[in-house]
């Protein structure tokens, strides 16, 4: 009889095993089709963010998770703007930021890339939004004082990653594909194609 009864619990394991794998397959697979959609899934992400924000203020609470999600979205920031190689830390035999005009042009590769950057914040989020639907996150707190404390964290690692930006020479957003004058067509040529 025992071991009928054991049957059904494996069954039941491998069963729910099998269904726990096939929604990890379609979610892994929706995550992979949103990938080139840059643009609606931060406008997706801001919608969260929207909606997380009457939370907290209708609520009047839960400022605590806000601060807690404030600093971790900030250490994913410094991630997604420092460079993968930090010349500081560890010089490296692999692509290095260029820190004079004579060195060959490599591209920045991010530390933390934006797809994952946006992934972190979405589930960061969600997990935040989760914890506002139970009290015993609701730590009373004087809200103004934090946040002028993540300010100050924010000024501060800011100043820091834009000083490290500057000491070597780096840009960490693309703003488009650069446009080469080359040699420039002289007036008269300009006329004559006029014509």
């Not at 379609?26 to 969260?48: C, E, M, N, V």
């Not at 900030?74 to 004579?102: A, C, R, W, Y």
């Not at 935040?128 to 100050?152: E, G, K, N, R």
Request: net charge positive.
């Amino acid at each position: 009889m025992e071991g009928v009864g054991g049957d059904d619990s494996s069954t039941a394991a491998a069963a729910l095993n099998q269904r726990r794998h096939e929604v990890s397959r379609l979610f892994q697979y929706y995550l992979d089709k949103s990938t080139p959609h840059a643009l609606y899934r931060w406008i997706g992400t801001s919608i969260l963010v929207f909606v997380l924000a009457l939370r907290i203020y209708y609520a009047q609470g839960f400022y605590i998770i806000v601060y807690g999600l404030g600093i971790y979205i900030l250490n994913l920031l410094i991630g997604f703007l420092s460079p993968l190689v930090d010349p500081e830390i560890e010089p490296s035999d692999g692509p290095m930021l260029p820190t004079k005009g004579s060195d060959e042009f490599k591209p920045f590769i991010r530390r933390l890339p934006e797809f994952k950057f946006w992934y972190a914040i979405t589930k960061a989020c969600c997990v935040a939004f989760s914890m506002t639907l139970f009290s015993v996150f609701d730590v009373p707190v004087f809200w103004p004082i934090l946040l002028c404390y993540w300010m100050v964290l924010f000024v501060l690692t800011m100043k820091r990653q834009i000083m490290h930006m500057i000491k070597y020479k780096y840009i960490p957003f693309n703003i488009g594909k650069q446009k080469y004058g080359g040699k420039k067509a002289s007036a008269s040529t300009r006329s004559s194609r006029a014509d």
